[in-house]
Each structure stands twice: as C-alpha cells, then as structure tokens.
C-alpha cells in the first residue's frame, strides 16, 4: 500500500505542476478488514494525505448466504448483505483517522435508514450502486427527502 499510494501522490503532484488542477485520490477498501488492518490503512491515509476514502467495496465472505444457490459465485458480495460490516468499518475508520479524511460511505445503502446509519457512523458522503439498481434512480429523491424534509431545493444546491 505504501508503494502505490507513494506513486499516486507522485502522479498527482505531477499532474497539477503540469496542468495547474488538483486531481483528488480517494481509495476504496475491503468490508473484510480487520481493526489492525483499518488502523494502519488510516495512519497511511492520512500520512499521504489522501483525499478520501471509500467504505467499502464488494467482500469476498459469502458466509452470510448460508449455502443458498447464490453462496457459490464468483465475485464479490454488495448491497444489503455487507450493510452491517461496511458500517462497521465506516466506524472503525471514523475513529482512527480523527476527522482529517472524509469517508464516503457504500454498501447496502437502499433506503433511508440504511443512509443514515452510514452518516451516523461517520460517513461525510454516500455512494450507491446496488440500491441504485435494484431501487431505481427515485431512490436518491427519496433518501434526500428525509434527510432534508423541509427543503425543496435540496438537488440543487444540497441540504442546509
């Protein structure tokens, strides 16, 4: 991790001496991590001060499945299975990286209370992507709508 993250700092140092714009970094990371794992990811983080970072991305723990026809694919787990251990790691990251980095929070956002329990673990942004798919693009309307029930601009200036 640190030769990457060395090199993509230098990259994007290059970049904005070559072009004059900051091109922001933010890494995305596993749901399976253990707390030692997150603790020096978060101490690398903010040592090469990344931009922001991603909780989390697809697991490869199908244990939650419990053999069903499903429990055998390939790929990574998203969406509603992980909600609980990506909010675990948004909290986890929340702790040790004191507020100096944002976490953007994904897995399992699909509904209102989903989003907020990120928000609520430390999360400084969403993403969606399962939620998205399975709920629609009225889903994002309705997620802001309870997080800004008494503004009706909020798409397009954002919640006060």
Do not use: H, W
């Amino acid at each position: 991790l640190v030769n990457i993250l060395s090199s993509l700092k230098n990259m994007q140092s290059d970049l904005k001496q070559e072009n004059g714009n900051y091109v922001p970094i933010a890494i995305k990371i596993a749901p399976d991590l253990s707390e030692p794992e997150i603790e020096k990811i978060s101490r690398l983080l903010i040592e090469y001060e990344l931009d922001a970072v991603i909780a989390t991305n697809t697991s490869i723990d199908k244990s939650c499945l419990n053999k069903t026809k499903y429990s055998n694919e390939k790929g990574g787990l998203s969406g509603e299975p992980i909600q609980t251990i990506s909010t675990n790691v948004i909290k986890t990251l929340n702790i040790y990286l004191e507020k100096k980095i944002p976490i953007i929070g994904v897995g399992g956002v699909s509904s209102f209370e989903s989003a907020l329990d990120k928000l609520n673990s430390g999360a400084s942004l969403l993403q969606l992507y399962t939620g998205l798919v399975y709920g629609g693009p009225g889903i994002i309307d309705e997620i802001l709508r309870e997080i800004c029930p008494n503004d009706l601009d909020y798409l397009i200036r954002g919640c006060k």
